[in-house]
């Protein structure tokens, strides 16, 4: 930037990082998530022909990452280019019309980006009637009790990879016992894959109130009519106990539920 354009500029990038108050402070003396911010704001204003950013969205509170976000759409839609590396799913198919999956350093899919984010999801595990949770080590907890792997039922107790709008169907939670709890609360949550959920149960809630578990097991949650629209879910699983029912384990992305459209009022075929 030239120093005209450095000094009209100066400002708006200021304001939009919100270090204000720090502005005359040594940068070296800033926080990482102040650092990332300053750097954003300036990068952004550059008006570069490609814009590359690198999980900046890890750090900042979820208003400073919307306004990154608009930032970024804004950028796109002045007919630049604007290129995101993140594992937040949620963000690459908010922002992205197309996607590029790694792994290991190599490309391994190029294409539309719900396409890729299916194949993420189909590499991670979580795709199919079934997934192993045993070897997951993204999730949080304490660890008294842990998932070992979810699956899903038609209602006729068959394993089934997707099911049909308004039908039901049965959710296998199995886990293992490492340490006795009492009164434990399981939480199943569906969710859109930009994180929106739109479901959510727990035991305590219907008023389930379970023994103290002291060995391994399984649950069953049986769904019988889903209100949920054709398209791809992601299904999160919890164990705790009250107030606190993620505290044991908890499995964010568990498995992908793909739910067909259908004909749920009866008003004609599904186009």
């Known amino acids: 930037m030239r120093r005209a354009e450095i000094v009209r500029r100066f400002d708006e990038i200021v304001a939009f990082a919100e270090v204000d108050e720090f502005i005359d402070t040594p940068v070296k003396h800033y926080s990482s998530g102040m650092y990332v911010r300053l750097a954003f704001a300036v990068a952004a204003h550059l008006e570069p022909e490609i814009l590359l950013v690198d999980e900046v969205l890890a750090v900042g509170d979820a ?67 079934k997934a192993d949770l045993a070897a997951t080590t993204d999730r949080g907890g304490s660890g008294e009790i842990r998932f070992s792997e979810i699956e899903i ?54 008023n389930l109130e379970l023994a103290e578990i002291t060995r391994d097991g399984s649950i069953e949650l049986e769904l019988r009519r889903v209100n949920l629209m054709q398209g791809n879910y992601l299904v999160h699983v919890g164990v705790g106990e009250e107030p606190s029912p993620w505290c044991y384990d908890h499995a964010p992305d568990a498995l992908e539920l793909n739910v067909e459209g259908a004909d749920v009022y009866g008003s004609g075929p599904v186009r």
């Open 63 to 129: 208003t400073f990452q919307k306004k990154c976000l608009r930032k970024m759409s804004d950028v796109a839609s002045e007919g630049r280019t604007v290129v995101v590396v993140s594992h937040s799913l949620p963000i690459v198919e908010s922002l992205c019309r197309s996607a590029l999956l790694l792994e290991r350093g190599r490309i391994v899919e190029i294409g539309g980006t719900r396409d890729v984010v299916r194949k993420y999801l189909l590499s991670s595990g979580v795709s199919g009637h």
């Open 153 to 206: 039922r038609g209602m006729d107790g068959s394993p089934v990879s997707s099911v049909r709008s308004g039908e039901g169907f049965t959710l296998v939670l199995r886990y293992r016992c490492r340490r006795p709890v009492r009164r434990p609360v399981f939480t199943v949550s569906i969710h859109t894959p930009t994180g929106v959920r739109v479901f959510s149960v727990q035991t305590s809630e219907v």
